[in-house]
């Protein structure tokens, strides 16, 4: 059974758990890194909105045929002795003409962690791709 917002507040009022309703609707926490999630114009939710806005210009490229194969939050598995060591997942994966190019949507300040300047390394090493990072 389907009901609406205020039906579903009327039943909790009834049961006497408005408490739990107040606590369940209350602030999330702030994001890290202020990040806001971004709903795009084709329904997918995107961890930023500059990563958005590269999604739909990169749409637009690959339907004006400049790219290929354009794919988002690809998973890159970092594997020693068949034991997964991390992974890394980027924004967007595509080709430009032969070139495979790995994007990913970075602010400056996450650009400099040391966690992802690892993964950046593995990537360079492992699959020997360099991952083009783009900024705010």
């Known amino acids: ?27 999330t926490k702030r994001p890290k890194f202020l990040n806001e999630k971004t709903i795009g114009r084709d329904g997918i939710v995107h961890d930023a909105k500059g990563e958005c806005q590269r999604w739909h210009e990169l749409q637009l490229l690959e339907r004006a045929g400049a790219i290929t194969r354009l794919c988002r939050q690809v998973v890159y598995a970092f594997v020693d002795n068949g034991r997964l060591v991390t ?43 360099q991952i083009r990072e783009v900024t705010k």
Do not use: N
């Open 87 to 129: 992974t890394f997942k980027a924004d967007f994966d595509y080709y430009d003409g032969a070139a495979h190019i790995v994007e990913d949507h970075k602010s400056p300040r996450t650009r400099k962690l040391e966690s992802y300047r690892h993964k950046v390394k593995l990537m360079q090493s492992q699959y020997g791709i």
């Open 1 to 27: 059974m389907r009901m609406t917002e205020e039906q579903y507040h009327d039943l909790l009022a009834k049961r006497g758990l408005a408490a739990q309703l107040i606590r369940s609707t209350a602030p």
